[in-house]
């Protein structure tokens, strides 16, 4: 499967962005949806997560309350609804198809390693 992720831009801190990751090649349902970003100089780190119904969803602790991941099959694509913008978001943001449950880290979030497919991301920048 083809991950194409869309949407990422400069916002002002306390603004929003909807990311999309449009999917080819193979049905998204498949597929457990997750968004990783990563900033300069720093590791990639997890943000979402989504089961392939789109009835069970998760989050890092960074972004709960601010972020919405959900899907849609039928349209092949994924999103990531993020409000309240801070500049601490600022970074690259992935999205990446799991084909089974996503190993976790001992902090309890999915883990890098476990996707099978990524997009190559897009840019989100958070200005103060």
């Known amino acids: 499967v083809q991950l194409q992720a869309s949407g990422g831009g400069l916002v002002q801190a306390g603004g929003s962005l909807r990311l999309s990751c449009a999917a080819s090649g193979r049905t998204l349902s498949a597929y457990v949806m997750n968004w990783f970003r990563q900033a300069p100089g720093k590791e990639r780190e997890f943000v979402a997560t989504i089961n392939r119904s789109g009835d069970s969803t998760d989050y890092a602790d960074s972004v709960k309350g601010r972020f919405t991941i959900s899907r849609d099959n039928a349209k092949n694509t994924v999103y990531l609804q993020m409000n309240s913008l801070k500049p601490e978001d600022t970074a690259v943001y992935y999205c990446?198809?799991?084909?089974?449950?996503?190993?976790?880290?001992?902090?309890?979030?999915?883990?890098?390693?476990?996707?099978?497919?990524w997009g190559k991301g897009t840019q989100v920048t958070v200005s103060s």
């Open positions: 990446a198809a799991a084909l089974v449950t996503p190993m976790r880290s001992l902090l309890g979030a999915p883990i890098a390693s476990s996707m099978n497919y």
